[in-house]
Nanobody
């Protein structure tokens, strides 16, 4: 029903910026809540940000507030994560996810039905 493919990521220096993209397929893309998560090997998947199905509301984890911005462009079937002022604490595999009929803001990974393959973000100081 919905397939997600992430792009972006890479190795950057602390203080730099990156924009991750998540391209989706499916006719109902614009009706899904979208979110970004990240995961370090050996750790649980961590909530980063979410945007409502209408795009009218956003919500962020405290660790990334004022630095990251989530947005969506339904005409392009794409959700973005703009990451500014990257810190050495930010490296992880970043995943985009989507879900239907979610109460906003949903932060638990188990609530989302569709996931991208993940993209690696590495930050050097």
């Amino acid at each position: 029903q919905v397939q997600l493919v992430e792009s972006g990521g890479g190795l950057v220096q602390a203080g730099d910026s990156l924009r991750l993209s998540c391209a989706g397929s499916g006719r109902t893309f614009n009706s899904y809540t979208m979110a970004w998560f990240r995961q370090v090997p050996g750790n649980e998947r961590e909530f980063v940000a979410t945007i409502s199905w209408s795009g009218s509301s956003t919500y962020y984890a405290d660790s990334v507030k004022d630095r990251f911005a989530i947005s969506r462009d339904d005409a392009k079937n794409t959700v973005y994560l703009q990451m500014n002022s990257l810190k050495p604490e930010d490296p992880a595999v970043y995943y985009c996810a989507s879900g239907a009929m979610l109460v906003f803001p949903s932060q638990r990974p188990s609530l989302y039905n569709y996931w991208g393959q993940g993209t690696q973000v590495t930050v050097s100081s």
